[in-house]
């Protein structure tokens, strides 16, 4: 049995194994609403099959998948077209639930870039096998935007600050980062990571028994481990003025450097992050992804979110001229207050 989209998403089910394949090479499988109203559409009927597991992979050697098509968004806030945006993350969150709560085993295969819907796609499910190609981040503040696709739960449920320095600096994780932890369960060599679905087809023995039988070891340096210390020291801070103090106390290079990552996101974005990971850490998956999308609403079509994204993915220019914040803190039920 098997489905295709036009739009880069191919879905098969072959020896009791449901296979996601994401086939956008040139936009590094960015995500449509074609796109995830068809995986939640696929997924949802495939829960009556008795399947052993369900995989997502790419079909791209650069990208796992790079996000949501944020130019699309960004396109349809200017033309008012805000209920085609409230469709897009609806049904985005929708799966990210969906993923989060499956039936079966969903095994994340990841090669390459892999960054906000694709950390959406992959980090719900139990088994997120990463290669050493694999980056992973949430860079949302630097486009006026926040991390979102149900990471305002899985965040602030890292170690330690970790979660927190993530969601507000966007950093960048390598395997051993993501390793370190929890993002990624698995080592995979890249050469080897296509072999990986016939295997979970014919293989009757538990799914983490086969990841386990082809996964090697996990590095044994992680450049955020190195750092954990400070992060934690810094990033557990009660709100950013005091994350940004903390990093002005310190006088290290790592310091100096995350220090200019946060001066040059945008300062609303920064904040709604800080508030909706404090939440998230009190809620469930569904009700983090409600809180999202209901930020989703205010924040989509605010200035800052226009302009970064134009800064970062129009224009790339990367000079986004931030304006004054509309965002005035949470109310007593964790909503954002907004000017």
Same mark, same amino acid.
């Given at each position: 049995m098997t489905q295709s989209e036009p739009l880069g998403l191919e879905t098969r089910v072959e020896d009791g194994l449901g296979r996601i394949? *994401? +086939?956008?090479?040139?936009?590094? =499988?960015?995500?449509?609403?074609a796109m995830v109203r068809h995986l939640r559409d696929v997924l949802t009927d495939w829960t009556s099959l008795g399947l052993r597991a369900v995989t997502v992979e790419s079909a791209s050697e650069r990208a796992f998948c790079a996000g949501g098509d944020i130019r699309q968004v960004r396109q349809d806030s200017l033309a008012g077209?805000?209920? $085609? =945006?409230?469709?897009?993350? $609806?049904t985005e969150y929708?799966? =990210? #639930? &969906?993923?989060?709560?499956?039936? !079966?085993? %969903?095994?994340? @295969?990841?090669?390459?870039?892999?960054?906000?819907?694709?950390?959406?796609l992959s980090v719900h499910g139990p088994f997120r096998v990463v290669t050493e190609r694999a980056v992973l981040a949430m860079p949302e503040t630097a486009i006026g935007f926040f991390p979102d696709v149900g990471?305002? #739960? %899985?965040?602030?449920? @890292?170690?330690?600050?970790?979660?927190?320095? *993530?969601?507000?600096?966007?950093?960048?994780? +390598?395997?051993? +980062?993501? &390793? #370190? !932890?929890? @993002?990624a369960t698995h080592l995979v060599g890249s050469e080897d990571l296509a072999q990986v679905p016939g295997l979970l087809a014919a293989d009757p023995r538990p799914v983490e028994q086969v990841l386990r039988s082809v996964a090697l070891p996990a590095p044994g340096t992680s450049v955020l481990g190195e750092h954990r210390e400070a992060i934690d020291r810094v990033f557990s801070a009660p709100d950013v003025p005091a994350v940004l103090a903390r990093l002005r106390e310190e006088t290290t290079p790592w310091a100096a450097s995350t220090l200019e990552l946060?001066?040059?996101?945008?300062?609303?974005? @920064?904040? !709604?992050? #800080?508030?909706?990971?404090?939440w998230g850490r009190q809620r469930d998956l569904r009700a983090c992804l409600d809180a999202e999308l209901a930020a989703g609403r205010l %924040?989509?079509?605010?200035?800052?979110?226009?302009?970064?994204?134009?800064?970062? &993915?129009?224009?790339?220019d990367r000079s986004p001229r931030w304006g004054e914040s509309l965002y005035r803190g949470t109310g007593p039920d964790g909503r954002l207050l907004w000017a």
């Open positions: 394949v *994401l +086939d956008r090479p040139r936009a590094l =499988n960015a995500l449509t609403l077209e805000h209920e $085609a =945006n409230e469709a897009f993350f $609806a929708e799966v =990210n #639930h &969906l993923l989060g709560t499956y039936p !079966v085993p %969903v095994v994340a @295969l990841v090669d390459g870039i892999c960054m906000g819907g694709g950390i959406g990471t305002t #739960h %899985v965040l602030p449920r @890292l170690p330690g600050a970790v979660g927190t320095y *993530l969601g507000l600096t966007g950093a960048r994780l +390598d395997a051993a +980062d993501a &390793l #370190h !932890v929890g @993002l946060l001066e040059s996101a945008s300062p609303q974005s @920064l904040s !709604v992050t #800080h508030d909706l990971l404090l %924040v989509s079509t605010s200035p800052d979110f226009v302009e970064g994204v134009r800064a970062v &993915l129009v224009d790339k």
